[in-house]
């Protein structure tokens, strides 16, 4: 028995790299994917028709564009329909035959039907631009889950080109969607999804998709209005659960195969995908390729000078979009070197037994940033304070829809200054299509960023003897908020020079014992500017876990 488990569970591991290397795109054979409309009606059978526009822009390679539908059981896609921008209704086939020529897939489209689902065709047609409408039907796509009906869909996965832009949108096709029966979540995708006052669901993205995103969206319904949906084996609070599962390095699948009622739990490792989506073209028109991680370079040097709009923008540019949470972390570390702000713990009521004590913001009233994207963020931040210049985290969270959409047009600013900073220093120029681009001394000086975010996470386990010095470690607790690692930094600093370390705290107002506390507050109160989520609207959640249908990848090929 134990020797079965073993075959079953080395099968399963094999087949799931197999899927995962099956839904990698390749590389981009356009220039840019500016935006995917998806317009999903529901009926009360538990079908969708289901209608996307894509936009696409610069095609230069390939035959045809196709979507994937995998982990699709118990359901069927079929009636695929498509049309270009010039209205040309192209003719559906029977079967698809992805090895037919440009000229011979022109102006027709297909269904190809695989062992893990099924694959939407449609040919090119010509090189450059165009505006493909796509039409198609999920039978059995909102299930019965006994409490609630529902679906948990995966409508946007990893393209040949990242989307800029994402719209989705969910109706019911004879009934208003209200908070009174119905709910919606979205996941690993930076945006937002909200119960429209004009009875519809939708998710949209609120920045540029980046490669790894991907959008999932999850959503509940009194059972009534799809009286006949086929009924599911699960819960709904048990898919809600398996959605809300998730692991930032290493991925835990449960594959069920409901037929024999075997489930095997497979552990993929998540850099198989970023293998093959780690190149870049720059701005000459030459492809480069991120080393892998075990060839990374370990580099002690702060790129591009320590800004942080300039770290910010060039992540951006390798597809590692930082949030807004890290973001503002980073920038509250430099206010209390600087002194514009204390980060306190404070009493909440002090005249209350057994009070509470709550993380603060106190702001100081002579100093302040000057100018920039930085100075709009303190004035974000001191415009919640109260009368005494102290934010409380309490506030934060009350507040955190409206300060999460001002953070939102914030980040992008300090986007817009790293763009500007990179252009100036010659590390990005833009291309003739006009997209800014690394050049090739800036696209190294961003792969010294991940040489610097792998020296900082191993670093207490770097040479004693070649130690790195020490004024730079004002920088490095800056770049580890970034990536969300300032705790582990310090513990390392702490272990690597203990006498140092002292000296070290005392620069940010603490000392040895308060300073790993001191970035702990400063998670807390970044962690509140992000709205939590009951399902009637808010932010979606930058990863999501298993069970989801569809997915599996597309683009062009």
């Not at 430099?334 to 057994?354: C, D, H, L, M, T």
């Not at 908020?481 to 006498?499: C, I, K, N, R, Y």
């Not at 370390?501 to 014992?513: M, P, Q, R």
């Amino acid at each position: 028995m134990k020797l079965r488990r073993q075959r079953l569970l080395i099968v399963s591991v094999v087949f799931a790299i197999l899927f995962v290397l099956g839904s990698i795109p390749a590389f981009a054979a356009e220039d840019a994917i500016p935006s995917i409309q998806v317009n999903a009606v529901l009926e009360r059978d538990g079908s969708a028709v289901i209608t996307e526009i894509w936009d696409v822009r610069g095609v230069s390679s390939g035959t045809e564009y196709y979507k994937a539908l995998n982990n699709m059981d118990g359901m069927r896609v079929h009636s695929l329909l498509v049309r270009d921008e010039s209205g040309t209704q192209y003719k559906t086939l029977s079967s698809w035959d992805t090895d037919l020529t440009l000229l011979e897939k022109a102006g027709t489209c297909g269904i190809l039907e695989k062992s893990d689902g099924y694959e939407l065709c449609w040919g090119i047609g010509s090189y450059g631009n165009h505006q493909y409408t796509i039409q198609y039907t999920i039978e059995g796509l909102v299930k019965d889950y006994g409490d609630y009906a529902g679906f948990y869909h995966q409508f946007i996965s990893e393209l040949s080109s990242a989307p800029e832009s994402a719209v989705i949108d969910i109706r019911l096709a004879d009934v208003r969607l209200t908070e009174e029966n119905s709910r919606i979540w979205g996941y690993g995708f930076p945006g937002e999804v909200e119960i429209g006052r004009d009875g519809v669901l939708h998710a949209f993205s609120s920045d540029a998709l980046s490669g790894g995103n991907y959008v999932n969206v999850l959503c509940r319904f009194e059972k009534d209005l799809f009286p006949l949906a086929p009924k599911a084996n699960v819960s709904f609070e048990e898919l809600q659960e398996s959605a809300e599962k998730s692991n930032s390095g290493i991925g835990l699948f449960v594959f069920a195969i409901s037929a024999g009622g075997v489930v095997f739990v497979v552990l993929l490792a998540a850099f198989l995908a970023v293998l093959f989506s780690a190149r870049y073209k720059l701005a000459d028109g030459t492809v480069v390729k991120l080393p892998k991680q075990k060839e990374m370079e370990i580099t002690w040097s702060i790129p591009f000078g320590g800004s942080i709009p300039a770290i910010y923008f060039a992540m951006a540019l390798l597809r590692r979009k930082i949030s807004c949470p890290r973001l503002m972390g980073a920038y509250l570390i430099r206010w209390q070197e600087a002194r514009y702000i204390s980060i306190e713990e404070r009493v909440v009521n002090p005249g209350i037994k057994k009070a509470k004590k709550e993380e603060v913001i106190v702001f100081a009233s002579e100093k302040a940033p000057l100018q920039g994207a930085e100075r709009t963020l303190y004035q974000i931040l001191v415009g919640g304070a109260d009368r005494d210049g102290v934010l409380w985290t309490s506030d934060i969270e009350e507040s955190a829809q409206e300060l999460y959409e001002k953070l939102t047009g914030w980040a992008e600013d300090v986007q817009e200054d790293g763009q500007k900073e990179l252009i100036e220093s010659g590390a990005a120029a833009t291309d003739e299509k006009g997209v800014v681009r690394f050049t090739d001394s800036g696209f190294k000086q961003a792969v010294r960023i991940l040489g610097l975010q792998k020296y900082l996470a191993g670093m207490r386990k770097q040479n004693k003897d070649r130690p790195a010095p020490r004024e730079l470690w004002r920088d490095y607790l800056v770049v580890a908020a970034l990536f969300d690692t300032g705790e582990q930094v310090l513990e390392s600093m702490q272990a690597l020079d203990p006498a140092y370390f002292d000296t070290f705290s005392s620069i940010y107002g603490c000392n040895a014992y308060s300073m790993i506390y001191f970035m702990t507050m400063t998670n807390h109160i970044s962690n509140a500017s992000a709205p939590s989520m009951d399902g009637t609207g808010g932010v979606a959640s930058s990863i999501g876990g298993g069970g989801f249908s569809g997915g599996g990848g597309g683009g062009s090929r």
